[in-house]
């Protein structure tokens, strides 16, 4: 008698759920499980290792990989063949945000829904801002930064700081950055729809059309008055467009596109 599977852990549904080639034939279809879907997720979109992989999903390693090669086959059928490729089913549960501590990156779970982040196993409220900065002035265009400085905060105190490098090529790689060094809030000026977006589907508060040091940003929002102008955050981000604001929705300064645009 085979060994029942072990139920997969999973962050949370997939936002989108079938994909179909552009052709009038019809060519069958393709389902992606659920749990196929969050180790595609993980690996080849986080970047996680296999081990990092497992342990988040609370599966052995070589399931991963079998899981892993079995999504990728499926995903090259799609693609090759021209099939609609449904995500549906498969053996999981999602994950209700009581296991930080056990995953190997930022919990998507508790950073929607609660601000800072509560970490259960000490009870310590935890919290990472990032603010694109210029001269300690807050950047006025998400986008375009530079650079970020990342505020370490526990227990509504200050902790540290650091500032890292983002180069200002479009919001899809400041995602990128952000989720690396686990920011679950970000203060910024000017900023598109799609860095809207991609900030809210990766559970990370937003405070935008923000002006000032960075410093007293951070110090207001610890105080509990900071509050977002997305009136003046819009405008600014068509100012540094000239008035084009699709341009950042598809991170167009790093010369290609990370958004779902089509073109």
């Given at each position: 008698m085979p060994k029942p599977s072990r139920c997969r852990r999973v962050c949370a549904e997939?936002?989108?759920?079938?994909?179909?080639?552009?052709?009038?034939?019809l060519s069958g279809s393709v389902t992606l499980t659920v749990d196929e879907f969050e180790v595609i997720r993980l690996v080849d979109f986080e970047k996680r290792t296999h081990e990092q992989c497992a342990q988040q999903m609370q599966i052995s390693r070589t399931t991963v990989t079998e899981i892993y090669e079995n999504a990728r086959f499926k995903i090259a059928n799609a693609i090759v063949n021209g099939k609609t490729l449904y995500i549906s089913g498969g053996h999981y549960k999602v994950c209700d945000g009581t296991s930080l501590n056990e995953c190997s990156g930022r919990c998507c779970k508790w950073g929607r829904n609660s601000n800072p982040i509560q970490h259960p196993s000490?009870?310590?409220?935890?919290?990472?801002?990032a603010i694109p900065v210029k001269s300690e002035n807050i950047y006025?265009?998400?986008?375009?930064?530079?650079?970020?400085?990342?505020?370490?905060?526990?227990?509504?105190?200050?902790?540290?700081?650091e500032t890292v490098n983002a180069n200002g090529r479009g919001h899809?790689?400041?995602?990128?950055?952000?989720?690396?060094?686990?920011?679950n809030c970000v203060i910024c000026g000017g900023i598109g729809d799609g860095a809207i977006r991609a900030l809210e589907q990766n559970g990370i508060q937003l405070f935008a059309g923000i002006t000032g040091a960075a410093d007293d940003a951070v110090s207001a929002l610890l105080a509990g008055t900071l509050q977002s102008d997305m009136q003046a955050a819009c405008s600014k981000h068509q100012h540094a467009h000239h008035g084009q604001c699709s341009h950042d929705e598809c991170g167009h300064h790093d010369g290609g596109c990370h958004c779902d645009c089509k073109h």
């Open positions: 997939p936002l989108y759920k079938v994909f179909n080639a552009e052709t009038k034939e000490n009870g310590e409220n935890i919290m990472k801002i006025q265009h998400f986008g375009m930064a530079s650079e970020f400085k990342i505020y370490h905060v526990e227990n509504n105190q200050l902790m540290g700081t899809g790689v400041m995602l990128d950055l952000l989720v690396t060094h686990n920011v």
